[in-house]
């Protein structure tokens, strides 16, 4: 999906800044200290917030989410087969697994805490720099030793805040119709540009594997590794509350799927 965003705002003359953990508290920081304006396009696993940083005008997020074990089992041979990861991927795919487990979960409750250094107050004030301090503080569950209860009672808000989270929410496994639902809510050509390219499919698929065997082989190695992880019950637990994230994101999505095809009588 990153590789589409950055498609169609490369045909729109545009370009998005991109959000990470590491570089979305120093943008933020920016912002706040008036050494930046809001830019128009942001990605990244770091972008939610970054709208209450701006001006009044309209602001919104979409996200395309993923089968929590296909995308375990995707990222892992992404890493495999070169591609940037953190965690690393020299260990097992179950060892890799636990090392991130429900990384949507995860990234939902990033906070990014802000402070102001000194008397001097600087809003409405341009000449005003270097009087906030941010910091990214990454506030899951596992970081604070929270309780099961409290632990769900989180997740429970998370999953009961999804759709006023995000504008708009798309499935990795309906992409074309994603794009589609893209492209009507923000009129960016989502579907246009992207409709015959799977980037977010994944190269690892189209790659030979380790004995030099073609894609199917390998789409065979992805099926059993699945299998492998759903068999496991610490995975299974690791995985299950962005598989919980990802049964609400389904409804969402197919309500948002009636009301596009209702709008032009699909």
Request: proline content about 3%.
């Amino acid at each position: 999906m990153k590789n589409c965003m950055e498609r169609v705002l490369l045909e729109q003359g545009e370009k998005p800044t991109l959000l990470s953990f590491q570089t979305a508290a120093g943008i933020r920081q920016d912002l706040l200290n008036n050494k930046s304006m809001l830019e128009k396009y942001y990605m990244g696993d770091s972008t939610l917030g970054i709208c209450d940083y701006g001006s009044p005008r309209p602001c919104s997020y979409f996200t395309i989410l993923r089968e929590p074990y296909a995308r375990a089992v995707s990222h892992y041979y992404f890493c495999k087969d070169g591609g940037l990861s953190y965690p690393p991927c020299n260990n097992t795919l179950e060892e890799f697994v636990l090392g991130s487990c429900s990384l949507f979960f995860r990234q939902t409750t990033v906070q990014f805490n802000c402070q102001e250094s000194g008397e001097e107050k600087c809003a409405g004030n341009p000449a005003c720099q270097n009087t906030w301090t941010c910091n990214a503080t990454e506030v899951h569950p596992d970081n604070l030793h929270v309780s099961e209860d409290q632990r769900r009672t989180i997740l429970q808000y998370v999953i009961d805040q999804l759709d006023t989270m995000f504008a708009v929410i798309g499935l990795a496994e309906e992409y074309e119709t994603s794009l589609k639902m893209f492209q009507d809510t923000f009129g960016a050509k989502f579907y246009d540009s992207c409709k015959d390219s799977r980037d977010n499919k994944g190269e690892y698929l189209h790659r030979e594997n380790e004995h030099g065997e073609g894609s199917r082989t390998r789409e065979q190695e992805i099926e059993a590794a699945q299998r492998r992880l759903r068999e496991n019950e610490a995975v299974r637990k690791c995985l299950s509350e962005d598989e919980k994230i990802y049964n609400k994101a389904k409804e969402i999505f197919q309500m948002q799927l009636e009301r596009f095809n209702r709008k032009y009588n699909l």
